[in-house]
């Protein structure tokens, strides 16, 4: 058996970012760059004033001062000709500062009568003026190769005149559930079987985590099924399995696959839930074989899926984040096993973990805010103690 | 001017939640239910083993005994007979549990030998087994209405057998960017004009919020480009505009809008950035005017758009959560506008606010983790005293 951090380093040095493509701008948002995205133009392009008001020269902007209005400039539409001494221009928020001028007044701080304007509060040169590049300039790097485009960096990469974005792939993630008891929603249960609840989690789970998946069909416990299913999976970035990754008679996909050449690199994990998991790879795709045990599968899943996709979509790939909590409930020593506990988190911050821990408890997983990651042989823990929890949010 | 929380307050009071609409499981993560998922189906179905081993009488299972091994229940295929006394049956993880049998031996403790098994460590009744329902019961409500659909939640309506779910469509969101000086990206910049960078960060910000955006064509500052406008905006959920919604000369969005009806709310809150945001009704459809400035766009689109989206959703439509975070640097008293200022988030959690906070700097907008938020009237504050911040993830 090896560590949880063993494992996510083996699996992870192997794995390469996908390939770029081009999106349109409107369909970047929560894809990663493949190239930095540098401005094609200087923003503000211009001097531009950053309130309404009066464009004018400073030394005109004193106290009681009257001056001409010789001209308006709406944003977009920028004024010809120049502001001379005694004169002034009608601006607006973001409208380029006319030649000869050097300070703004504001509109509140302004008298308007027969075309000319009074000055009503001293305006010294340069305030309330957005100075041309003061956000970026043309050629600058907006933002970086590696980064998850936000909503804001749309903004941005718009701003900077950008139609079009280059960006990993997202990585390809074919999930092959297996089981002889095993039916897809919706569908008949024969006597002994229960319906698939991986498989789908697994896809939406993919989904969060920025890749896209392709759910094979279930196959069921014979080699063939299982070879079949590596074969659908062909052009995959990555096969996940389900169930089938322990060591029992029937437990095949490690038989099956090697029919397709696996090459196995670990299959056993010093965690709880979650031990039987499986890495190893089919030519150029690796295989990550999680537990047939939903919870176990799903625990399985951030430790080690998350960071695997996003690795592959040009992301570091990181550890999942903890955070420091304190527990509402005693709990017992830990074993040599590292042990991720379901809780449910208060408002406060608090958080409890459920009585009942068994991995086959999906409706507890679904009702967890958290898990509370406990290390090997930590000894036993009082309420009110600080733990370290891995939050799981939309997954 | 009202306050921040008094225009969310007006926003919301109004908004009702979209229609329902049926999606498949597989496309419903992070949609919103619109009724509660009952189970079909007892989980497990009956009692089954949680492990691999043998089922035997508890009678039976003492140090030393040797049971003969009458059959398998590989999981799928539950065995049709009875174990009777100093019998077992082989099962696996998930297996159904043999009638006559009420207890597992662990495979680990089991020695296997001419078609018989010795007990190698004394097994109690029960032990490893999962009883009937011990997941749910079949009718139990598994997901209730008005919850956000996690991966995990799309594995439990998975196993209570749902192929289909009802959930609120996603509320459709017009914007309408206007401007005489705004071009599309990546389209010849004339003199005095600059990109529209808030539509389409606008857009990528109502896909986070679970909306679903419309971009319409960019009105430019006349009556009957925004009147025009509104008349494509027909059918969504909610109209946003952007620009224009201040006293300016050239701020014809208030004017445009009336001439299909606008009933203006109100148009200005004592916050910073974002002073003119507008809020009102076209006949059915709320509009709500944010300000051309894409950072004051942005900001209000945090404070009220997405719980204006998330109440259309279905969602109750929370005030946006603020956190509390030990301040880098010293701050300023604040005047009479709540603020909210752009910072960086070191690891350690520490927040600095950016020194230059002009509302036109989209790139300190994309560089910022989160907003720190000053109340009216904010004393001055000192590094290492506590505030409030609002992270902002991937928006």
Redesign the interface.
């Known amino acids: 058996m090896i560590s949880v951090d063993e494992a996510r380093a083996k699996i992870l040095a192997g794995l390469a970012p996908t390939g770029i493509e081009t999106v349109a701008?409107?369909n970047?948002?929560?894809r990663v760059l493949a190239a930095p995205v540098h401005a094609r133009?200087t923003?503000?392009?211009a001097d531009v004033s950053?309130m309404?008001g009066f464009a004018l020269r400073a030394a005109d902007g004193f106290l009681g001062a009257r001056l001409r209005i010789v001209g308006e400039a709406?944003?977009?539409?920028?004024f010809g000709g120049a502001v001379g001494p005694g004169e002034a221009v009608r601006l607006?928020?973001?409208s380029?500062l006319p030649k000869g001028a050097d300070a703004v007044l504001l509109?509140e701080d302004a008298d308007l009568a027969d075309g000319f304007v009074t000055v009503n509060d001293a305006c010294a040169a340069g305030r309330h003026i957005?100075r041309a590049g003061?956000?970026?300039s043309k050629g600058e790097i907006?933002?970086t190769a590696g980064r998850?485009?936000?909503?804001?960096?749309?903004?941005?990469?718009?701003?900077?005149?950008?139609?079009?974005l280059a960006v990993h792939r997202r990585p390809r993630i074919a999930i092959l559930a297996t089981?002889?008891?095993?039916v897809?929603?919706?569908e008949a249960?024969?006597?002994?079987?229960?319906?698939?609840?991986?498989?789908?989690?697994?896809?939406?789970?993919v989904?969060?985590a920025g890749g896209e998946a392709i759910?094979l069909p279930i196959a069921g416990?014979s080699l063939a099924a299982i070879a079949a299913g590596a074969d659908a999976a062909r052009g995959a970035d990555m096969l996940v399995t389900t169930g089938g990754a322990?060591?029992?008679?029937?437990d095949l996909v490690q038989a099956g696959l090697a029919a397709r050449g696996l090459e196995l690199d670990f299959w056993k994990i010093a965690m709880r839930p979650g031990k039987p998991l499986m890495f190893g790879r089919m030519g150029d795709m690796p295989v990550l074989g999680l537990p047939?045990?939903?919870v176990s599968a799903?625990v399985c899943a951030v430790l080690f899926l998350r960071p695997a996709i996003e690795r592959m979509s040009g992301l570091p790939g990181a550890v999942p984040l903890l955070e420091p909590a304190i527990l509402g409930a005693a709990m017992k020593p830990n074993d040599q096993r590292e042990d991720y506990v379901r809780a449910t988190r208060a408002p406060d911050g608090k958080v409890m973990p459920f009585e009942r821990q068994?991995s086959?408890?999906?409706?507890?997983?679904?009702r967890?805010d958290a898990l509370i990651m406990r290390p090997p042989f930590d000894p036993a823990r009082e309420a009110g103690e600080t733990v370290s929890v891995l939050i799981?949010?939309?997954?």
Request: charged fraction near 15%; proline fraction near 9%.
């Open positions: 701008l409107a970047a948002f929560g133009l923003q503000p392009p950053a309404d709406p944003a977009g539409h920028p607006f928020t973001g380029f509109q957005r003061q956000d970026f907006l933002l998850k485009i936000s909503a804001r960096d749309v903004g941005l990469a718009a701003a900077g005149n950008h139609p079009w089981g002889d008891e095993i897809l929603p919706g249960v024969p006597a002994g079987g229960i319906v698939s609840s991986n498989a789908h989690a697994l896809a939406a789970f989904t969060a759910v416990d322990s060591v029992g008679a029937h047939g045990n939903p799903f068994d086959g408890m999906l409706k507890t997983l679904a967890a799981l949010h939309d997954l």
